[in-house]
């Protein structure tokens, strides 16, 4: 109940971040006096390195092996969710507008988002180690998978695709390598030390997110994104948005039994299944809609 309690108000912080940034958009807008542009990247390497320092070696090893559950989170992200939307849209087409048809199909094959699924699980009690391993291992095939389903889903006959190695690299230098570091100072430090700041890292780690999401729509609403949309067509596609996740969440949670018996591995299950990036979305989104 308390970790349920923790969830609850981390989604209402973000939501909180989400109208300071629409008040107070110049603050965290890019070349702001927050400096976003460096320090989110700076954040996500922290978040990463102490989560590092705090997840259980040997329960990161036990999570690799656990292939059933690493099929289904990524049957989810990449076959159930595209699935889903276009039954949606073959349903409800009619009253969804051409135009939004293609953002919408774009949400459904984006990979799952990692440092919140990751925290998230952890604050709700279950596997972190299943839910970081699952959650980088979408991003990292999404890489190559979301460009290739969108040309296959949007019916597009070029040949663009984001910039893979820039992205790979991101991933490894702001991701992977300070998790890495942080698991070698946990093999070489005692668990009496990392479970003192237990808690200090936890509210570290969801204070991250906020600032991710303050920083994220600042910029949105500095540069006017939301101008560019009547507000019927911002209503519609949140409404179609949040009728896809919802139900993408049902199923990654009713189906979740079929990946493994344990509550907690199902709790990094439905974390991983049902979340979408933002961090790896906007580059993709740059290049697959240019012009």
């Known amino acids: 109940m308390f970790n349920h309690l923790k969830s609850q108000l981390l989604t ?70 595209p699935a889903l939307m276009l039954l949606l849209i073959i349903l409800f087409g009619r009253w969804i507008p051409s ?15 990692i440092f919140s699924s990751t925290v998230f699980t952890a604050n709700s009690g279950g596997n972190a180690g299943a839910a970081l391993f699952n959650a980088t291992l979408s991003n ?9 389903w969108c040309l296959a889903l949007l019916a597009k006959a070029n040949n663009e695709f984001p910039p893979v190695g820039s992205l790979i690299a991101k991933i490894a230098f702001f991701i992977i390598l300070p998790l890495v570091i942080g698991q070698l100072i946990r093999i070489a430090t005692t668990d009496q030390a990392i479970t003192r700041f237990g808690k200090a890292i936890k509210r ?9 999401v303050f920083a994220a729509f600042c910029d949105s609403f500095n540069t006017d994104v939301w101008a560019n ?55 993709i989104a740059a290049v697959v809609f240019a012009g």
């Not at 570290?204 to 991710?212: H, K, P, Q, R, S």
């Open 12 to 81: 209402g912080g973000i939501l909180m971040a989400i109208l300071l940034a629409y008040l107070f958009p110049d603050i965290g807008s890019t070349g702001g006096p927050l400096k976003t542009e460096i320090t989110t990247k700076i954040a996500i390497a922290l978040i990463f390195f102490f989560q590092g320092l705090t997840l259980n070696t040997r329960k990161l090893l036990i999570s690799v092996n656990r292939w059933r559950l690493h099929i289904y989170c990524q049957s989810c992200i990449f076959l159930v969710s």
């Open 99 to 113: 135009n939004l048809q293609p953002g919408l199909l774009f949400l459904s094959v984006l990979p799952s988002t």
């Open 140 to 148: 990292l095939i999404g890489v190559v998978i979301t460009p290739l």
């Open 204 to 212: 570290f780690n969801n204070g991250t997110i906020l600032f991710v």
């Open 229 to 283: 949309f009547p507000f019927f067509s911002i209503l519609l596609a949140v409404s179609y948005s949040s009728l896809f996740l919802g139900l993408l969440s049902y199923l990654a949670w009713t189906f979740s039994w079929l990946a493994s018996p344990s509550a907690s591995q199902r709790i990094a299950v439905f974390f991983c299944s049902s979340q979408k990036t933002l961090a790896a979305g906007v580059p």
